[in-house]
Each structure stands twice: as structure tokens, then as C-alpha cells.
């Protein structure tokens, strides 16, 4: 392999040797969300970093939190859930109701809540925090096979990275699939109607894009999911209700009702 | 608790032990406005912050109102009404219309209403205001239960806070969050047709949005109501019809008339 | 009443004695305009700011100068209409189109004309204009019951203030709040469509807001006229039809006809 | 009348003895184009300054040259066509097609035609031309009773005045005002559609407004005109077909056919 | 003729002496476009500036190649070819597909292909190429009376001319109008509806619009073809169909069909 | 050939000398995507530059990375892939799922992928990449017959080229022309619907257009594809439907079922 300058130049007689190329068998990591896995081949793509866009009140902060509970209860796999917008507190609060006791998870060391503080007096740039070695260093001793960032999208607006927002996004998504972890980046949309959708450079980037709508059906908002793009796996472009219950959340197919 | 340059790293032996954590029961705050509080499991999460949006004219101040003087009335809890926009003198005639005597709440100490003066020459910058540590101080001695603020956006937009808006708006949120009231921040909006609404930082950053709107519907520009997000709360997402009457607000199911 | 740098924190124990506070009763102010009056319980709310807003050709103009004329013809109150786009010839000769004489009205020391010459050789900062303490002093003297601003958007779009463009608003509402007359700012608006409306931080500032439209039925434009907010006021939300005949502007119930 | 840092203050014992504000009597300056003068009483108000607006092609050209020739020939009034964007021998030629022999109108005086040449090597800013003292001297010394600048948005964009594009306006305009003349500025719309327009500066800034339109029915774009503002006239607001034809353009009223 | 810094003041004794205001017969320019003369009176106004505006992929740069090379073959008339986006070769295959030579008619010095690089290290800014006196010296002298810019658009956005663009546009039209040619500017067109174009700047400035379009019908783009503008002329404004077949464009009238 | 500052004037009896010139028979270049090239006689213009534009999720790798591998495996022809979103491993991972194994065609020294790290920290600026002599020289030296970019959007948001991204689109262009390889450009689109396209520089510089689409039919985003633009090419422009199925891509034509 050759570098001219940061550009990785693959010659056939080097790079396939390397033990990475060879294991191109893909592993799904199963999301636990009734109704959903089976619309992406059961599950995400290993090591794939999916964003879920939505409005504000689309239930983007469940689809992340029964991601991470489920891989701990379900599946045996450790996860992390890093805040910005919404404390701890709250988020336990919001999983008990569901039926599921993150203290006691994260009791168990089964997963981790990292809540960074954005406050202008205390806290400090999160794209900083969220590169800094020492604390990649301790995510990587975690070693979790699940990880949450709600929202990159406030990352991206509270940090002021000197190379600018592009490459600081590349930057971050670069330390998660370093990590060998399966990750959710949360995204804020600001609008809203499929099909007139402006996509954001986070949505390039990303190797998935689950898209979740309030739609305004009759006199009520209506809550719809739709697979937008994953690589690597055969999804369904359909799109899907849902609905919050009492377990969490719940997709149905349109078409079979 | 870790702290790296204001991360919060919460391991799972440390905050637990938090009692704040262990307090798992949420409680809810009734607005007491007629029809509303079935729509939200009975009020609004306490300590939460709740946004109320709409163009101007979509009854903002009378809803903020309400939850006060309610609050003082109903539920015996103290109140604090922070007022920028509209002088205390106004807001008290426009109560008498409800028959309710803010006066009199005013003087048995059970509300407070806080002018902010933004003039030039006398006034200066809201987020100064409503950040100093004096201000703050005495907030917290009287020790309300509900606050509203109307409206952040005339915060915001008459602010220049050193470290940008989006961080001064996390700052006053902070403060709000730390008082252990329930707080609702009036939002102005500059355009209304749900589901072609463009969303703002304020809104992310909130634990729920009432959008209220004037619609046209054959001639005539009706009020309508909904309930976008609210944060570990089952609400409802439909489209309520709402009047001012001579009591108030009066929200109705369209469903069942 | 304590001020913490610029914030007026009202006590109960304080604000009430103050003898505007026990004057709940708010009088109304007619405009006189045929048929528009019963649509905002009898007149706009004394001493309050309104919005008249509207695209070029939508008769601003005109409602502002029937107010001004009938309030000195009809309720023998002094008026002042300040005129920034249209001279003063110009202004009696469109009224005495409607039978008014409002050079004898000048006269007879009922009115004034104030016109602000904004040529950039002769003329300067309105804002610099409208808040001059000479000029306010002389407003105050002739002690107007109305006031008319015609265009308050010219006004901002012709000043250049210190203190910027939000705050030089409230800066001129404040003189007006202050003269205890009660005022139409005539606005100027970009587009019409009611419904798709983009609202501006004039609006939020004022206490109500009438919005004048001509909009296309058929293969001609149409006058409407909907009053979309107005503070301590029950009124109509309806879009009413308007035309000019012979007298000034007459408003029809359209759910009448 | 006093004047306090370029206001105008008028008081009723002096305005009212200026002579002109005696003669009240609005006359009429007829266009001579078939089928229009009856859709604004006879003809644009005296002295007034009306923009024509339209997007390329909606023949405001040739409206502003009927509307001089006219003057010329049927009612014996002196006129002046100021070109930007078209030369004079195209402007002769176009007219010649129509019957009009411009040439022998600008041989006898009874017309000038001024070409503003804004080559960046030959020429200069078009706002200092067109309120450059010798040239006004001269213009008021030709004394036209018409005149026509086409386009008042090819002096602006070619202008950068010190004081300010809005400023500028205002100055153009009173120079125009001040030379008795009654004025069409031609306009140039970006975008068409009626009941979708955005309002720009010229419009709110102009006594009056027609509005050209070239609008797509069935799969011909065919002509509309509508007086959307006209100041001291009861004008109609509907939308008028025209066509051009062998002897200029002929407004149909499209109710009566 | 009298030079007020830079502006011509045409008086009547002056200009009609001029040769050219008296040959006041205007010639047409036929594209030898099969359908298309027949919309314009039968041909382009001589020494007019036209537009061909369209989306990508709209048959603009063929329009303007079978203008020059049926000026060349038909009409007996030199033309020069001048492209920016699409290199020689590349024109000359395309045309070929079409029956036409264009090799020989430039070996027998009929036509001149002028392509300008614009490669950051060996070309430079498009404008000063074409203003350059040496440049517009060789045009003069091989006097083509047909002249084809592709694109317009492409010389404005890679120069950087000291005047500004507006300026820069029209200096470029001086010195094609003062060729003696009739010319077509290839414009690139952002969005394509008829009926909500938004004008630009080139639009205004030329003499002439042509539309050309592909057009949504059914799972089909389909190619129109819109005459928006032209001076001097009476030509339709339908919406035309047409056809790229073995020779070229080929327009037909859809009312005929 | 005379060469005025970077402008090339091609006379008569230079260029067509040039054996380039002369060699006017263009041939095609298949892609090998079932059901595709028919649509567009057979193939892409050999050494020409296609725009593959979509919203994410439209298959646009998939695209070029069979146009890659057909090549290689169908038409014995050398291909590289130019890869700054997506890790070669995915990429490999991802064409195992249809039968393709890349790693065979990167040994066999058929295909290269190459994969450009623009992480900031060891990474540099694409533009800088791609123009750099050494990497063109080993591109020249390797010969390959197709060249894909994925993406040519990313290239421009990452780099910050001297002469501005205008500039920088042509000089990549002119690279890859001149390297007589027929190329694909992978375009990022911000919206997607037909008919409401905004173009961008991109489309305007390429020789030809290739739009995917997701596009909302009753509760499913189904897929399309429409050939906008092609040079030197009799193409459809109809909107053919397409599927991913376990080969590849596989287009339909819509107008046959």
C-alpha cells in the first residue's frame, strides 16, 4: 500500500492480504424493535453507522434507547449511549415505562449513559469530547458492540471544529467504525415530507438512513418509518406505521393490514 | 462521575447511588385549561420545559396565563410569569375577562410577574438577565412550581450572548431545569401549515411541543392544537379544535363532535 | 419595585398600589370604517399598538386616514397622521375623493399631517426622527388620541439604528405605548396568501394585527380583510370582504351576503 | 412649517396657505392605449410615478413608447423616454411597425429620447446621471409632461449610490416628483405568477402598479395586465387580456366577451 | 450629441443624421431550423442579441450549431462557433450524426469553431478573453454576420471581471452588437417550469428569449420549445413540441396536431 | 493554433490536421447493467464524463461499481474505482452479495479501487489528490478504459481549491478526459423529484446525465431512472423503473409491462 499524501493507493498484491478484505462475510446486529428487523435482512450491518432522522417528537430517542437495551438483554452485547439533549434521569424514567430498568443494566455494567454537558460555563465543544484520545481510549476498554450519539446533530452545532464541519463529521463517523461497534447516529431534521426530503451531508455519509415521520393523516399526526438507504443489505423501501406502546415500539406493514 | 473537560462519564457503581436517579416516579402538572390535560396523561411531566408555539394571534399568552393562574387557583402551587413582550398591566385586564384577579394572586404571594424592560436607553440584554446569578438567586427563594417565559424567541432575538444563541438557549434551559419548576417557553413562529413546518433549535431542545395554529377553513381562521412531542409522556397527536371562551381556553375532540 | 440592570421585578406588594394597575377596565377606540368596527367589540383596545398590514394596493393608506379623520369628525378626538411615502397634498386629495376636508380638519387644530422627508440630501434617520426628544415633546403638547405611522416599514428600512433593527422597534413602540394614544403602524408586506403567511418580528411586537388582501377569484382581484390578532379583545377570526366606495372603505360579513 | 433635522412638521395655520395644497383638483394624463384609460378613470393621476411591472417579454417597452407617442400626437403633451437596455434605433424601428414615426416626433421637440450608455469603459453609474443638477436643469428646461424611464432596475443594479439602494430610490423618484411630469418606471419581475408576487421595494415606493403577465393557458403563454395600486383613483383590480397588434396594445375586458 | 459623463443626450436636430437611425427596415436572420422561422416572422432580428436558455440536456448547444452551420450552408453566411463547455471534436462527431460537415466548412473558411479553455493552469478569465481588443479585432475581420456563445453562463461564472457581473454582461452585448452579427448566448437554466421561471439577469439584458424544455407527460421528458421574447417581432408564444431526428431539431406546432 | 492568453483559435486549416479531429466515428461503451444500455445506443460516448446523480439511497454505487466490473469481467476492459465514502472492504462485502468477486478482478490486476482517506488528521485535500501529477501519471500508466468517482461531491465539499470550485470541476474534468478513459461521476442531489430538478454546476459541465430516483407510489419509494442528457447520443428520456435484484441493477421499461 502507498501513500501519496493521505491517499491510500490499493494495489491488487498488497491489500488482500490484509485479514480484513478476506472476511467478507457480513454479520446483522438485530435492532430488537417489533415488527422492524425483518425489513433489513434481521438486522444492521455490523460495524455500519445508521443515521435516524426525524422532527422533533418522532420518537427518535426510543428507536436509539431500545437499540442499546435490547442488545444488552436480548443479545448479550454491551452498549453506549451518549445524551446531549435529554439527562439520564429522564431517560431511565422514560425506559421504566416501557418496562426496562437501565439502572440495572448499567448496574450490571451491561451498558454505559454518557451525558455530555453542553452548558457554556461547564462544558466544553463536544466534537473536542468526543475525539479526545483519552476518552476514545475508554470507549475502546469498554468494547461495546452497540453505541448511540442522540444527536449528532447537536454536536455538529455545538462544536466550532477548526476544519470546518465537513471533515469533522468524517472525523467522528472515522473514531465509530473504528470502534468495531454497530452505531445509531440520531439526526434532527427540520422538515419533514417524504419525497420532498432535502437531504443533509450527515445523510451522504452515513451508511444507512432509517427516516421517521409524523404525517398529518385525517385531523391526527400519524407516525410512519421508512428505510431509506442501507448499504450492503437488501431493505424495503415501503413505508411503514408505528406506534409507541407499552413495550416500546412497534412497526407494522401498511400492506398486510 | 468523571469529568473530562465537561463530559459527564457516568459509570454504573457512581450515579445510581444519586438519589435523583432512584426517583424513578414522574409526576404530572395539570394546566387546568378545559380539555387539555386528558391529552397528556393528566399534565405535563414535572420539571419538564415545554415549548408553545404558533404565529402571532394563536392565543400564546392566554395559554401561559391559564397554567399560572390555575396553578395558583387549582392546585395551590406558586407561579412566576415572565413577561417581555406585553405589560403586566395588559396581561391583568386581559385575566379579568376570564375572571380571574392576578392582582389579588400577585399580592397573597402566590404569583409573581416579571416585567423585562427591553428599551434601549433603560433596558439590556434578556440573556444578561435572565442568567444573573442575583436574578436566579431570588427566583429560587420564592421556589414557584410553574414559570413561563414569554417568549424565548424575544430572548433570544434581543440577545447577544457571548457564546452564540444555540448555547445561550442550552444555558437558559439549564437555569430552568435547575429551579425544579415546570416551565413552558412561548415560541414565536413565522409560518403555521402543519406538516409543512419548518422546526428550530428551540424545538430539539425542548421536552415537548404544543403547537397551537389558525387555520383557514372556508372563511374564517379557526384555532387548532396539538401536542408534536412530549418527552415520557403516551400523547395524543391529533389535531384538537380549541376556542377562547369566556373562562379561557376550551380544547375539543373533532373525533367526537 | 426593584431593578436588577434593566428588569423591573414586580412584587405584589408594590405594582398594585400603583394606580394603572387598578384601572382594569379598558375603553375602546372605534375607527369608525363601516362595518368593521363590531368585528373587535366595538374599537380597537385604547392605548394599544395594531398592525395594518398588507401588500402595495390593499387601501392601508386609506384605513389609516378614516381613522384619523373620523376620530376627529365623528368622536371630536385629535388625531395625527405621520406620513413617510405619501405627501400631504397627495393625502387630501385621495380624501376628499370621500367627502372629507381634512385641510379644514388641519385647520380647525383636530389634526396633524407630519411628513418626514426622507430624501438622502435633505432628510435623515427616521428612527433618529421619531424618537427625538424635541419631536416627542411636541407630539406629547398636542396630546393625540390617534396616531397614525405611515409606514412603520419604511421607517426600519430608512434607519440605520445603534442598536439594531429589533430593538429600534420596540424603541418606537415604546414613544407611542407612552403618549397614551392609541396607534396603527401601517406594514408592508412581501406576499398575501392568508394561510401561508410569513410573520415578522413586527407582528410579534404589536397588539393586534389586520391584515388587508386583494387576492384572485376569478379573473379579478378581490379585497379581504381578516383581523388576525388583537390583545384583550374577542375577536372575529373571519375573512371579510371589503370594498371602497364613495365614503372610504366599507366591510361586509361575507357569511351574511 | 418647521423643520427639525430634515422632518417636516406642518401645522394646520401653514401648511394650508401653500397654493399647492389649494388645488385639490386631481387632472388626468390619459395613456392613449386602446381599451386601458377606462380602467382608471380616464387616466394616471398627474404628477404620480407608476411602475409597470413584468418579466422579460410582457412588452413594458412598448407600453412606455404608446405611452409618449400618445402623448405627442393625440393630446399634444411634450414627453421624454429614457432607455437603458435598448438603443434608439431599435426603439424607432420597433415603433415604425406600429404606424408611429418617432423620428419626426424627436425632429419636431415634441419628444427626446435619452440613451444612458452603461458600458463599463463609456459610462458611469446611472444614479449619478439621472440626478446629476445639469442634466435635471436640462431636463426641466424641455419641460415634458411625460416621461418614462425603462428600467428603473437597470439604474439601480448598475448603482452604487452611496446613501444606499432603498435611499436612492427615494432620491430618483423625488426628482421626478419635482419636474411636474407624470412618470412610468418600467420594472423587471423575476417571477410572474398573480397572487404569488413578492413585493419589492419599487412597488411600495410608487403611486401606482401594472402589473404585465405572460401566463401559460392551455400551451399558449397569452397576455394579462391588472392594475394592482393606483393612489387618488378608483381603479378596477381585474385581469385584463392584450394583445398586441398592428397599431400597439389593446386591453379586452375579459367579462365582456 | 452631447457626453454628460457618459450619458448620450439625443436631441432631434443630431440623431436622425445618424445613417443608421435611418435604416430603419430590419432585416431577419432565418436558423434554417425546420418549424421554427415560421414563429418569428421568419428569422432572428439582424444584429439582435437572442437567448437560448434551458436545463441541461435540453438540445441547446444543437440549436446553436445548426445555426451556424445553416447560415454557412443556405444562407451563404460566415459564422463563428464559440464554446467553452464542449471541446471541438466533440462538436464536430455530434454534428456529422446529423449530415453536416463541419470540418469542411471550416477548411473553406465558412465557419470558425473558437473554443476557449478554461483549465485554471493554462487558460484565464473568459471575459477578458472576450473583450480583449486583439481578440474582437480577428472577429471583425473574418465578419461573421452569425455568432453562437456556449454558454453565456459558463464565461460570467469563471470570470472575475473589476466591474461586476451585471456590467460585465453588457459589456460583453457592446461588443457583439457592435459586430454587426446576429448572435445566440447559450444559457444554463437552474430550474425549467413555464410559468414559475425566475428570470435572470441575461434575460433582461437580451433582445430575445428562447425556452427550450423537457417537460414531464406521463414517464416521459418531453421537449418544448417557448418563443418568451423577442424585439421587433410578432411571434407566437405557444408552447411548440420537438423532435432531435436524423438532420436535427424539428419543431412542430401542437395545435396543428 | 494561435493561442491568445489560454484562448485556443482554431483556423481553418490547423486543426483538422490534428488526427483527433479526424477520427469522427465515436464509439460506444457498454455498462452491462441489464436492460440499460439499449436505452442510450448502446453504450456511453467512449472518453466521456457521465453525472450519476440521486439522493443517497439510489443505488448510485451499485451503478458505478457494475459499470467497473462488467467491464472488466464482460469487455476485458481495465477500470478503476475512486472511493471516498465507502471503505473497499464494504465495497468488496457489498458486490459478493451479486456474484462479483472484486478481490479476484483487483489481483488479476483487471481493476484497481483506490481509496482516498480524508480524515483530517491524516488525510488532505481531494483536489489536491486527484491533480497531483504522480497519482495522474500512475493512473496514465495503469490505462485504465473506465474510471468511476464516488463521489464527485465529496471531492468538491472536502477540497478548497485556489482557483475556486468552478475552476476545480473543469481541471478534474480536463484530467479525466484527457486520460482517454470513459468516466462516471457520482453526484449527491439535495432533492429528488423530476420535473422540479435544481441543476447544479456539475450537470452543466458534463457530456452526459443519469438520474436516479426514489420516488413515493402509494406506500413505497419505488425506483427510477431517467437519462436527462447525453451527448453525441440518440437517448430515451423516459422514466424506465428499476430493482435491485440479486445480479444488480435491472432496468424496466415502463411503457412495455
Known amino acids: 500500500m502507498i ?8 494495489r491488487g498484491d498488497i491489500n488482500f492480504k490484509n485479514p480484513k478484505m478476506t472476511t467478507l462475510k457480513l454479520a446483522r446486529v438485530p435492532t430488537g424493535i417489533e415488527g422492524f428487523d425483518d425489513l433489513i435482512e434481521g ?22 434507547l431500545e437499540f442499546i437495551a435490547n442488545g444488552a438483554r436480548k443479545y448479550g452485547e454491551k ?8 439527562r439520564p434521569e429522564s431517560l431511565c424514567r422514560q425506559f421504566q415505562r416501557f418496562g426496562y430498568d437501565l439502572e440495572s443494566l448499567v448496574e450490571s455494567k451491561k451498558i454505559k449513559i454518557i451525558y455530555i454537558d453542553t452548558d457554556s460555563h461547564r462544558g466544553s465543544d463536544p466534537y473536542d469530547q468526543l475525539t479526545n484520545p483519552e476518552f ?16 449528532i446533530s447537536l454536536v455538529i452545532s455545538l462544536s466550532s471544529p477548526p476544519s470546518g464541519t465537513r471533515r ?23 422538515t ?33 418509518l421508512t428505510v431509506i438507504k ?14 409507541i406502546d407499552t413495550k416500546g415500539l412497534k412497526v407494522f406493514d401498511l400492506r398486510k393490514i
Open 3 to 10: 501513500y501519496i499524501r493521505g491517499l491510500i493507493y490499493i
Open 43 to 64: 438486522g444492521l450491518p455490523e460495524q455500519s453507522i445508521t443515521l435516524i432522522t426525524g422532527t422533533p417528537g418522532t420518537a427518535k430517542t426510543i428507536f436509539g
Open 79 to 86: 452498549g453506549v449511549f451518549i445524551t446531549i439533549e435529554e
Open 136 to 151: 476514545v481510549a475508554e470507549l475502546k476498554a469498554f468494547a461495546p458492540k452497540r453505541i448511540v450519539v442522540d444527536s
Open 168 to 190: 469533522a463529521l468524517g472525523d467522528i463517523a472515522n473514531i465509530f467504525r473504528e470502534l468495531d461497534a454497530t452505531t445509531l447516529f440520531m439526526h434532527e431534521r427540520k
Open 192 to 224: 419533514s415530507a417524504l419525497g420532498e426530503l432535502e437531504y443533509s451531508l450527515e445523510e451522504f455519509l452515513s451508511d444507512g438512513i432509517i427516516h421517521l415521520q409524523l404525517h398529518l393523516r385525517g385531523n391526527v399526526l400519524q407516525r410512519f
Open 230 to 243: 442501507m448499504r450492503e443489505t437488501k431493505h424495503s423501501t415501503g413505508v411503514y406505521s408505528f406506534i
